[in-house]
Each structure stands twice: as C-alpha cells, then as structure tokens.
C-alpha cells in the first residue's frame, strides 16, 4: 500500500497541471487504503501524509513563483513611474535650456480595461501574451483567482481523502509566506494611487468568496494586504498633496511661463484621479479614500487660488484687468474639475461614491 501511494503521488508530481485530477480521482477511490493504514500502521499513515504535503507544498510554492515572475515580466510599466499630481518638468538634455512634460493623465485614470476589471473580479484566471504589456491590476486579479481556486481544488481533495479538515494549512503555508513577500514587494514599488484602491477591492472580494467556501485559509493573508495598501495609499495621496502643498507658484505662471498651461494639467490630473476613485469607490472602501481625497482636493483648490492672485498681479502690472483674468483662469479650471466628475453621476452605480464632497468644496 506504501508503495502504491507513492508511486501514486511522485506521478502526481511528475505530471502536476496535465494528470493532476485524474490522479486525485484514482486516490479518492482507493481513499479506503489510507483508512486501513490509520487503523493499521499509523507510522506509515503519517510518513505518507507528510510526504503529499512536502511534495505539493513545494508544487504550488514553485507553480505561484513562475505566476509572479510572470507579473513582473508583463505588467505595464507606468503603475511605477515616478508621476504626480504635481507635473515634473524635466530638461531635454543636459546641455539644453527646454524643457518637457508629458500632458498625459493616464497615471491617474481608471481607463476602459481598468474599469472592466470591478466587474470580472471573480472571472476565472486570464490568459496573458508573453509579448505584451497588460495593466498589473489584470495580472494580480488573475493570480490571487488562481490561487483561491487551487486552494478550493486541493482542500476539497485533501480534506476528504486524509480526513482533516486542517491539511490544508501545511500545504498552502510556504505559498501563503512567498505570496506575502511578493505583494508587500510589488505594493511598493507601484506609484499608482488608483491601483492601490483596485488591490483593495481585489482582497475585498476574495476574501467573501473564499468566505462563501467555507475556507479560512487566506483570511490573514488577505487581511495583510488590505493593511498593505491603505498604508500606500495614504502615503502616495501624502506625497501628493505635499507636492502642492510646497510647489512654488514660480512652476505654473511666471517669467518662465506665458501661459497657465502647467496648472490645467495638474487640474485635468487631478480631476481623472477624482473620478477614477468615484468610481472604484463603494462601501469597504470609502473609508480608505474619503478623508484622503478631500484633503488632496483642498491642496489643490489652495494652489489654483494662490496662482490665480499671481496671474491677477501681473496683469495688473501690465494694466490690465487682473480681477477678471483671475476670475477666468479659476472658472475654467474648476469648469474643468466639475465636469469630467459629474460623469461618474448617474454612470456610477455605488450611491456611496459619487464625488459630492469635492464639488461642494468647488461651490465654497
């Protein structure tokens, strides 16, 4: 019987992924053989059991490492980019006076595939091209679905044939500690508020549905990574809102800028960034953003009102009238701010989430 099991088991090993049902099919018919060693020769019962969980501990350790390799091979690289709500101005070259800035807000908005994610959090696992970038939300969904699912497919197997409704923790403990590492590793390197939340959802949701299968095995894991991101959270939304706080208005309007072109895209940035969280935002999370945002929106009200008074004193000094071109230049930037949130009202359907706050604060 010993011998069996393991053949039985070191073909499983062999032929993880392509056999690996069938395999625990034949031992759920023979489970009676494993009865008979508990009963018989409990030694062998438990050399046995240890053996299946070293061997498929090891399994999934060395299955979940390729899976998070993988995300770092294909996950897009702007979720790590050093961008602000503030623009960074940059010089062309060493030896050139110009200087560049990239108008772009895709850092900051939620975006169409982003967006679909909230509605396939449970979808099974995607398939990814070896050759392409994806957004790195896609890639850990589609991890963490993985590993709920191989955790619900082993435990079902496990527990039945070895009769211990606690296997599963030697099993899974070596994946649970590498996955630890893994995302505390990727949270940090990510720059991406928006991401943060969308992880946040992503344990939300995991966690209910391993809940609904009556396993507890993640519940800590998942708990440490929502510890995780509201911690990054807070401190890329900090980090932001220090950027406005002690920028000098010198970046957006003076005798190095003719134009108010830097301030519209730190409010078009700033406005994409609201309505990504909007939108992402429902119950679990709205005690994760709402405080955050409202002090970011205050930063940023604050640095359009002390622009606006430089813009008023050089027009003025120009005989000009600066009341009015202050009076414009704050229209069209809260215009711009109020607009592009009302689009999550009435498309965004958490009543929770609608950006009441901000525009009450663009009113006052």
């Not at 091979?73 to 980019?81: A, G, L």
């Not at 932001?240 to 940035?269: E, W, Y």
Request: glycine share 2%; net charge neutral; charged share 25%.
């Amino acid at each position: 019987i010993r011998n069996w099991l393991v053949a039985r088991i070191n073909h499983l090993r062999d032929y993880y992924g392509t056999d690996q049902v069938a395999v625990q099919n034949d031992l759920l018919k023979s489970k009676y053989l494993f009865t008979f060693l508990k009963k018989n020769a409990p030694d062998i019962e438990s050399s046995m059991r240890e053996y299946y969980v070293a061997i498929m501990s090891r399994i999934y350790l060395e299955n979940f490492k390729v899976i998070a390799k993988m995300v770092y091979k294909r996950m897009n690289p702007i979720s790590t980019m050093n961008e602000m709500i503030v623009p960074i101005v940059q010089k062309q070259s060493f030896f050139s006076t110009k200087q560049t800035i990239s108008s772009s807000t895709l850092f900051f908005e939620l975006g169409e595939d982003r967006h679909r994610l909230l509605h396939d959090i449970l979808s099974p696992p995607q398939p990814f091209g070896d050759d392409v970038h994806y957004p790195v939300e896609a890639l850990v969904r589609s991890l963490y679905q993985t590993l709920i699912d191989t955790i619900t497919a082993e435990i079902s197997f496990s527990r039945d044939f070895f009769e211990d409704p606690n296997i599963g923790m030697p099993i899974f403990s070596a994946t649970s500690r590498f996955m630890e590492g893994f995302i505390n590793d990727l949270v940090n390197k990510i720059n991406d508020p928006v991401a943060m939340v969308l992880f946040f959802r992503f344990s939300i949701a995991h966690k209910k549905e391993m809940d609904s299968r009556k396993i507890s095995l993640l519940d800590a894991h998942f708990n440490s990574i929502q510890q995780k991101v509201t911690s990054r959270f807070k401190t890329l939304l900090y980090s932001n809102r220090n950027a406005v706080d002690n920028c000098s208005t010198d970046l957006f309007v003076g005798p190095a800028q003719n134009s108010a072109h830097l301030a519209n895209i730190m409010t078009k940035r700033f406005a994409e960034f609201a309505l990504s969280i909007a939108i992402i935002n429902d119950n679990d999370t709205d005690d994760l953003t709402r405080q955050e945002v409202q002090m970011l929106s205050q930063s940023i009200i604050k640095m359009l009102e002390k622009i606006g008074k430089v813009l008023s004193d050089i027009s003025k000094a120009k005989n000009e009238d600066g009341e009015e071109i202050e009076l414009v230049f704050l229209i069209n930037n809260y215009f711009h701010i109020v607009s592009t949130l009302r689009e999550s009202i009435g498309s965004n359907t958490n009543n929770n989430s609608n950006p009441n706050i901000i525009l009450l604060q663009l009113r006052q």
